[in-house]
C-alpha cells in the first residue's frame, strides 16, 4: 500500500455564498487536518460531478491536493457545495465535528 492521503473536508462556495469574491476564483477551501493550515485549491471538477447527498450538494469522489505549509498529500473529500448562508450555517453544524476538532 502506499502512503495514504488524509482525508479532509472542501468547501466549494457558489452562488450568493461566493458574492463577496471574484466570480472567476471557483475555489475549494479545506483545512489540513495535519497541521491546521486553511488552504484554497482550484476546483477541478465539474459541477455535474457533484450530486445531492445527506441534504448538500457533494462531490464524493474529492480532489488531490498537497498541504502548503507541511507538504502532506491531502484527499479533499467530500466537497461540499454551498450556495447561501443558510447552507453554509447547516454545513457547520453537520460537518463540525469533522473539521479538525479546534474546538476541543
Ligand atoms: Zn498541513
Do not use: W
Not at 447527498?53 to 457545495?81: A, I, K, Y
Request: aromatic share 6%; net charge positive; with cysteine.
Amino acid at each position: 500500500m502506499n502512503r495514504q492521503a488524509i482525508e479532509t473536508v472542501g468547501v466549494r462556495f457558489t452562488g450568493r455564498a461566493a458574492l463577496d469574491r471574484d466570480p472567476q476564483e471557483d475555489r475549494v477551501e479545506f483545512t489540513c487536518p495535519h497541521c491546521g493550515h486553511r488552504g484554497t485549491k482550484g476546483a477541478r471538477r465539474a459541477r455535474t460531478r457533484y450530486h445531492f447527498t445527506d441534504g448538500f450538494v457533494q462531490d464524493l469522489q474529492g480532489e488531490l491536493t498537497t498541504c502548503r505549509n507541511c507538504r502532506n498529500s491531502l484527499r479533499v473529500v467530500p466537497v461540499v457545495m454551498l450556495h447561501d448562508e443558510n447552507e453554509k450555517r447547516r454545513f457547520q453544524a453537520v460537518f463540525s465535528g469533522e473539521l479538525t476538532g479546534v474546538n476541543n
